[in-house]
Structures are given as structure tokens and as C-alpha cells.
């Protein structure tokens, strides 16, 4: 039955009156659904235009070298494919006192970065002293400085002719002063602890600085004393910052080069100095390429556990 002439539908209200919904689907029935508003999606060709080049510029400068490594760590001198080359490598007693090297300094420089890094953002984030903000902000400088900078600033103060010994050797008369430890692994040990802490320091004073210091007030005000304050309040707020730096470090020392090389200790061997010996000192290549997967793997893994720790205090 069709309306009288002059009386208005639900597609077609009158002036002034709110439309019902019905009547908006009439008018915009494009609008209704799920993509509502949503500008329209590109073509599948025109994403995958974006996509590529970064894929391609990954493959090229990272995924194919390394590719290529593994493909050379199972090449022996002789041709062909094998893993004989791991076999001999494993059987090495240089790469076995190399492996044991650098894994003995990188958990030792990490336990040391981990404390005295923890120590140290402490008195710099909670006790006032003048002068705070500009070490701190000096940490985020050092962070830019190169190891070997570092490394050769300890020789200067303890090298076998540096300020130290120096100084020994004036006033005692002595013929040479008694700081040797640079060309041994503590020296490495220590110019490891001396570079790598402020990795440590830096994720801590950001945590510190996320801190309600309302707990620590109140804490105090009920008489905790400052070992119940940094036990119990300060640490498990820090322990996702201490899991983050601490693991960056024991990555960086297990790949760390200058630091071993500019201390000038020749008995310290380690698995990244092992591979340029064997590379360019031996010219074996097939077993410098072997090293090296050794240590990327080691380093991924540790990678993959750090994820995993990560994760798990909530970093």
C-alpha cells in the first residue's frame, strides 16, 4: 500500500528531523560494516614493493656473508664438503685453552661490571652530591668512546713504563716497578671491568630514575636501615636493568678484540683473537671460519637465554 501523497518515509525524513539508522544505511549504505571509515588497503603487489628492499639489503650485507662462513667452515684444504674441519678444530688443545679464555673473562667481567655498576648508580642516583646530572651525563659520553681509548689509558697509568711504575721506580730506586698485571689476564679482566660497566650503568640509572621514592621513605621512616633499603626496595626494581646490561656485556666480552690486543698479552687467547690468527697469521681459513661459527653460535645462544630471562623478570 503506497504512502499518501506528501507524507514522508523513513528514506527521506524531514527537514530538521534526527535520521534513524535504517534511514543512514539507505542514504550511506557504504559507511555500514567493518572497514567503516578506514581508508581502502594497498595491493598486495604495492606492500610487497616496500617489503623487498629492506628483506634484499639483510641478505645481502648480513645473511649472505654469513652464509657464506658456514659454507667455508665445512670446505677442508683439500676440496669437497665435510665436517672434518670441526673435528680437528675441536681436537685443537689452542682452541679448547682459547674457549675456556674467553669464557672465564666474559663471566668474570660481567660479575664485576654487574657490581661495581650497581654501586655506582647508586650513589650516583641516591646520594646527593654536587656535580650528580654531569656524571651522569658523562656515562652516556663514555658509552661512545672505543675500547682500545680506554685500554691504552691503563697502560699509560700501569704499564711496565707508565705513572705507576714510574713513580715506584723514583722513589725507591728500583730498576722496575711492581705493576705488571696488564700483559696478564687480570689486566684484560680489568680493562674489561673498566669499559664494559657503564653498559651496565646505563639501563640502572634509567630504572632508578622510574623509581617511586616514596617506598624508600616510607621504608626508612620504619626504621630499615640502608642494606634492608637497597635488599629488599631498591634491587627488585632493578633486577630487569641488571638482566638487560649484564647480559649486553657478556655478549660484547665474548666478542671482544682490542681490549686483548692493545694490553699487549701475548699469553691471553681468546676465540675472536684465535680467528685472526688463524686467518692471518696462519692463513688457514677453513679453520679461522670454523672459530667463528663457534663464537656466533655461543653468542646467539646467550642471546636466546637472555630473551628468555628477560621475559621472565619482566625486562
Not at 38 to 57: C, G, M, N, S, Y
Not at 186 to 211: C, D, H, K, N
Not at 246 to 267: H, P, Q, R
Request: glycine share 8%; hydrophobic share 50%; proline share 8%.
Amino acid at each position: 500500500m503506497s504512502s499518501p501523497p506528501g507524507t514522508l518515509t523513513e528514506s527521506h525524513p524531514a527537514p530538521g528531523a534526527v535520521p534513524t539508522r535504517s534511514a543512514l544505511r539507505n542514504i550511506c549504505p557504504q559507511r555500514e560494516g567493518k572497514g567503516a571509515g578506514k581508508p581502502p588497503e594497498r595491493p598486495r603487489t604495492q606492500r610487497a614493493f616496500w617489503v623487498i628492499p629492506p628483506v634484499l639489503a639483510l641478505v645481502l650485507t648480513f645473511l649472505y656473508p654469513l652464509a657464506l662462513l658456514v659454507q667455508q667452515s665445512f670446505t677442508p684444504l683439500e676440496g669437497g664438503t665435510s665436517v672434518q674441519p670441526y673435528v680437528d678444530v675441536f681436537e685443537d688443545p689452542a682452541f679448547r685453552e682459547a674457549l675456556g679464555t674467553t669464557v672465564w673473562l666474559a663471566v668474570g667481567a660481567t660479575v664485576g661490571c654487574l657490581v661495581l655498576g650497581f654501586v655506582l648508580a647508586l650513589v650516583i642516583a641516591f646520594v646527593p652530591f654536587p656535580g650528580a646530572k654531569g656524571v651522569a651525563r658523562f656515562v652516556d659520553v663514555f658509552l661512545s668512546f672505543p675500547s682500545f681509548l680506554i685500554t691504552l689509558a691503563l697502560l699509560f697509568v700501569y704499564g711496565t713504563v707508565g705513572m705507576a711504575n714510574g713513580l715506584w721506580t723514583d722513589v725507591t730506586g728500583a730498576a722496575s716497578g711492581p705493576f705488571q698485571f696488564l700483559t696478564t689476564p687480570w689486566g684484560v679482566l680489568l680493562a674489561e671491568i673498566t669499559y664494559f660497566t657503564p653498559f651496565v650503568m646505563r639501563p640502572l640509572l634509567a630504572a632508578f630514575s622510574q623509581l617511586d621514592t616514596a617506598q624508600i621513605e616510607a621504608a626508612s621512616s620504619l626504621g630499615a636501615k640502608a642494606p634492608r633499603i637497597v635488599r629488599q626496595v631498591i634491587l627488585p626494581e632493578a633486577l630487569p636493568a641488571l638482566a638487560a646490561g649484564g647480559s649486553l656485556v657478556l655478549i660484547m666480552c665474548l666478542n671482544e678484540f682490542g681490549i686483548v690486543l692493545f694490553t699487549g698479552a701475548k699469553g691471553v687467547t681468546t676465540l675472536p683473537t684465535l680467528v685472526y690468527s688463524k686467518a692471518i697469521l696462519e692463513s688457514d681459513w677453513t679453520a679461522a671460519c670454523v672459530v667463528a661459527v663457534v663464537n656466533v653460535v655461543i653468542s646467539v645462544g646467550l642471546y636466546g637465554l637472555y630473551r628468555v630471562v628477560s621475559r621472565r623478570v619482566g625486562a
